[in-house]
């Protein structure tokens, strides 16, 4: 039995977070393994019941359950607050820290039906398969910051810092998931110019000889920029930095067609936790229009990392691959010539085809 | 009279550059103004000369000029220097700390006859015409930094650091650009998460009542770089920090065709430094392969920004669309059914056209 913490969230994160539950059920009908599921309030809605976008007693939940599954979380209502008490930073942020979740990883997959709603040109997206292996509890985002008056108006700075031991941790799993893939991972830093850089670039240069089947190559972060653009299929395991990661991850998410495609896991504490890449959508929350796949493939997510149940993480993403190839579509994929459904419509399709 | 320092560096640096020179004596021979050229050494050509990337008499030629016209810098034969070592690093950097050069000007545009040439899609480049305005002697590049060992290991920081002053001066920059131009500013930070954006946004917010004509926009650097892949016509001006800056234009070079076409401007101080995005491209170099437009873009600016010959600029952009028009490509840009020209013929067919 998996204890499974579920937290729909704002904006349409009540709409996909049950699609995601329902399939996962449907796995656990067919395996024979529980899943029990239980609801907890995160983000703007935790705010307005609870005066905290992570209430103490949705953090419990969180770390006594097997997995977390998120929905997302923000919205207009909450954008009057300073942008730091905001539901995304004000909830995700110390999650993350609390929980421990030092990688954050984020597939671009291209599902080739859907090369038409890719910006970019069809041979360029072909062949898209790419994760991005983002360091979560550091860098940037965490270092000594400070904001202060000075005589001639303010100073203010974050500070990018690391340790060999957390760039090891952080290598050590791009290397193993590049070992479980197509053995080529590029480490992205600014070592021409940072000092941190530095030390991320021998920190992982220092690992290669215990992963010897994985081509090692390092790329600076500007360059990985235009290559995501250039030619993302060169591409199979990139590891980078908090900030960096950020960037990288969210420009690699609009390549293969629509951010509603795109799962994430964050992993390695006790208890990690799946979420779609995309945001909470609230112009069109409550209308079923909102597309549940990216929920969905982020369960396929918690199926492969948190229950090592690769074969049905697998069977999840055929699933949602046929009901494609079969010309299904959510408002945010739609082309003409294909058939609109709607959020619990297209969940539907996902389990039927399971 | 204008004094012109000229620096072709390494690669392709040398024969990109002269084509540059000979536009600019066209343009003086038209508007009857005079450019006096003077050729020094930068890169890894002076590291071999004279054991620095910067050598001092190569600075001092800078700061007697009236503007610097620079090729590109690097090459595999000096990447076994440690990466802060390399002409690119040794070079740039401080040309810019010296030169007192704190923005980065990089326009984006779309020339019609090159939508072949782009990853995106036709109707996703269409209309492309931006410029990002990148803080450059800031930010993460140059705040305190240090490596140092520990008990377990080593740690490693960055800092990005501003003051008040230093954003301002960027910030009304940007404003003066946006004025110029379409009139909408879109300042880029990660203030949700990182303090001196916190500071960043306050501060270009401040100077918005001197700039009522322009509309300003703030946005999160994440979700700029997917911005910039689904709609970049959306743009007008981009102001940002150093190393978002790094990160957002070398995407933003990629998505109108060519990095073969783009040039850039350093500004702020009292001389300006011109040059093209792309690198030195050795795998090219002697060949007569290369595309000399951005460098000759790149002369454009300088007649715009330190010469105030804003006919002049507006002169040679138009020479360039026209020889493109007709259907003149060098390799990087070519497709079948346009007529493929060497570095030195497209320079003279772009003189025909001025
Ligand atoms: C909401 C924000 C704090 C968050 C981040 O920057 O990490 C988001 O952009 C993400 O990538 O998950
Ligand atoms: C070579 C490097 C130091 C430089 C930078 O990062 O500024 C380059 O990438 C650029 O953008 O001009």
Redesign the pocket.
């Known amino acids: 039995m998996y204890k499974i913490a579920v937290l729909p969230g704002d904006g349409i994160g009540p709409e996909i977070v049950p699609e995601a539950v329902k399939v996962l059920e449907v796995v656990g009908r067919r395996t024979g393994i529980e899943f029990q599921f239980t609801e907890a309030l995160v983000g703007g809605v935790a705010i307005d019941a609870r005066g905290q976008a992570l209430p103490p007693e949705t953090l419990d939940l969180c770390r006594q359950s097997d997995a977390v599954l998120l929905g997302a979380v923000g919205g207009p209502k909450w954008d009057a607050l300073p942008p730091e008490e905001r539901p995304e930073t004000a909830a995700l942020l110390p999650l993350r820290k609390e929980l421990g979740l030092y990688a954050n990883l984020r597939p671009a997959y291209l599902f080739e039906p859907l090369a038409e709603a890719s910006p970019l040109k069809r041979e360029i997206v072909a062949g898209t398969d790419l994760i991005i292996v983002r360091e979560l509890t550091g860098g940037l985002y965490f270092g000594p910051k400070k904001r202060e008056k000075t005589d001639t108006g303010e100073v203010a700075y974050d500070t990018m810092l690391y340790s060999t031991a957390e760039i090891e941790r952080i290598a050590r799993l791009a290397f193993e998931i590049a070992r479980s893939r197509r053995c080529h991972l590029t480490s992205v830093d600014?070592a021409?110019?940072l000092t941190s850089s530095r030390l991320w670039r021998d920190t992982v240069e220092s690992l290669k000889g215990e992963f010897p089947e994985v081509t090692l190559e390092h790329m600076?972060v500007?360059n990985c920029a235009m290559q995501l653009v250039r030619r993302p299929a060169q591409f199979d395991v990139i590891v980078t930095e908090n900030t960096f990661g950020d960037i990288l991850s969210d420009q690699a998410s609009v390549l293969t067609g629509s951010i509603g495609m795109l799962p994430s896991a964050s992993i390695g504490g006790q208890v990690a936790l799946y979420e779609p890449v995309h945001g909470s959508a609230p112009d069109i929350a409550g209308q079923q229009k909102a597309n549940p796949l990216a929920t969905i493939l982020s369960a396929a997510m918690m199926l492969k990392y948190s229950f090592k149940m690769d074969g049905a993480a697998a069977a999840v993403e055929a699933a949602v691959g046929r009901v494609l190839a079969q010309g299904y579509r959510t408002a945010d994929i739609y082309v003409p010539g294909t058939s609109l459904v709607g959020t619990a419509e297209m969940g539907a399709l996902v389990r039927r085809e399971l």
Chains 1, 2 share one sequence.
Do not use: A, I, S
């Open positions: 600014k021409n110019v600076y500007d």
